[in-house]
């Protein structure tokens, strides 16, 4: 792939977000906010981070969004569904993650966001009630209406292009059924009305068809099974997901590749959160923390490779826990307990107390995948993306491979990736001025 086969970004990019929520609301609120020159973009690769060329000596270290020519921020245009009938300023301050003195200046292009009617039905969401829904016969009806409110978002907003993360909250645990397996199957199934099809599978079916880019924030069946899988490659449009990696989860993928660098084995690492926004609530429920408890609880594995360091790792006792606690809104508190020990098995003890903001650490995530993932689909990328799972809890992989936690490795990764797209060498290390150069005559 080089650069010339990239189509260069032209027109505006239109955002789909279902679910309006803390993320998308931060997130949007953020982009306007950067564009007026009030704050900067912290937290997002896209618009901070440099990409380093050639070799050390070169001194090439362009910024990523100068680089690969990905959609500037002026450009961006939003859009959204919700249960619930609040436009984006109102959403926003309800969920009360951003100050007054910041949300208010942005109030007059916050209130012109409003959500779309959403799909949705309260099984997969037992803890909300909305009023603001679409009604249908059956979900394949949900999924032409969606696909018609890209259509008209798309015509309404003048935007060459679209992407869609879903940024709604955590739906029931679901696994792949029959009507997963193939996309006939998976159409019947939407037509048939069946259980095992929840609201966020037809958001994207709806972006697929659509031709539009899709990426699951949350860690529910989504996008992630075979009949979705085929139809991204169908119709040629990347995929990513799942589970923003923020919080306690990002913590975790920073630490233990260090331990394991310097061979400390680990003993126990039980984790607790305490949160009150609505994302909690919603996960206060048994079904919908199974999604979630799934997704957090496979990161450690992967990374610490205990097939391969029995002695270290084989005895891990692993635990994680949320707790809804309505006082702390979006402020969320996550402990870690991490019970290590060293030279000839002598134990110690990390204590790690992460007094965290969700919403200001996924912000930045709907950003870089947007971008990216509009990047991609203009280098002619499909099916699903794992040079993105930087930004994952629990990165959708193809069949067969496996999933890779370790923030390094994916960082690692993700730029060389970048490089390689857009015609550059990527980086192995081996030809920097050092040892190797000695030998290499
Ligand atoms: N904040 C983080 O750090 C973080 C990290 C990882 C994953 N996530 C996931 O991102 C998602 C959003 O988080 P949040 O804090 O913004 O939650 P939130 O509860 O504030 O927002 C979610 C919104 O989705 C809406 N919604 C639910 N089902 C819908 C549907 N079918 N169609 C349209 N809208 C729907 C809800 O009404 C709600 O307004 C959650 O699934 C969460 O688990 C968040």
Request: with cysteine.
């Amino acid at each position: 792939m080089s650069i010339s086969t990239i189509s260069p970004h032209r027109g505006k990019l239109l955002v789909l977000l279902p679910g309006m929520g803390a993320v998308a609301t931060t997130f949007i609120a953020g982009v306007e906010a950067v564009r007026r020159g009030m704050a900067k973009p912290i937290g997002s690769l896209t618009q901070m981070q440099t990409i380093r060329l050639g070799k050390r000596s070169e001194n090439r270290n362009p910024l990523i969004r100068d680089f690969a020519d990905l959609a500037p921020l002026d450009d961006l245009v939003f859009a959204g569904w919700d249960v619930f009938p609040d436009d984006a300023y109102d959403a926003a301050k309800r969920a009360d993650v951003l100050d007054a003195r910041d949300l208010e200046p942005l109030a007059d292009f916050l209130h012109t966001i409003e959500p779309m009617p959403a799909a949705f039905e309260k099984t997969y969401a037992k803890r909300l009630d909305g009023a603001n829904v679409k009604k249908a016969a059956t979900k394949y009806d949900l999924a032409q209406m969606l696909r018609d409110d890209i259509r008209q978002k798309i015509d309404e907003t003048g935007a060459d292009r679209a992407v869609m993360v879903w940024c709604g909250s955590t739906e029931v645990y679901l696994r792949p059924a029959a009507c997963h397996m193939t996309l006939e199957a998976f159409e019947q199934g939407m037509k048939d009305n069946d259980p095992a099809i929840a609201p966020s599978q037809l958001y994207a079916y709806a972006a697929l068809m659509e031709g539009v880019p899709y990426a699951n924030g949350a860690p529910n069946l989504s996008a992630d099974f075979p009949a979705l899988e085929q139809l991204a490659l169908e119709r040629n449009v990347p995929i990513a997901g799942k589970d923003f990696k923020t919080g306690q989860t990002l913590m975790k993928t920073i630490l233990a590749p260090g331990f394991k660098t310097r061979m400390l084995g680990i003993q126990g690492w039980f984790s607790t959160n305490i949160l009150g926004n609505r994302d909690g609530e919603v996960l206060d429920d048994p079904d919908n923390f199974r999604s979630k408890e799934v997704t957090k609880a496979g990161v450690l594995g992967t990374i610490l490779q205990p097939e391969l360091y029995p002695d270290l790792y084989q005895d891990l006792y692993h635990k994680v826990r949320i707790n809804y606690y309505p006082p702390r809104g979006d402020a969320k508190e996550g402990w870690d307990n991490i019970d290590i020990f060293g030279w000839l098995g002598y134990p110690m003890q990390i204590k790690v107390d992460f007094l965290c903001r969700d919403s200001i650490l996924a912000a930045p995530i709907v950003l870089d995948l947007a971008l990216f993932l509009d990047l991609a689909r203009r280098a002619g990328k499909q099916g699903i993306q794992e040079w993105l799972s930087f930004y994952f809890k629990s990165p959708h992989v193809e069949q067969g491979h496996i999933q890779e936690h370790d923030i390094f490795i994916q960082h690692f990764r993700l730029k060389n990736t970048l490089r390689v797209m857009a015609g550059e060498e990527p980086v192995t290390h081996l030809s920097e001025n050092y040892e190797y150069e000695k030998y290499d005559h």
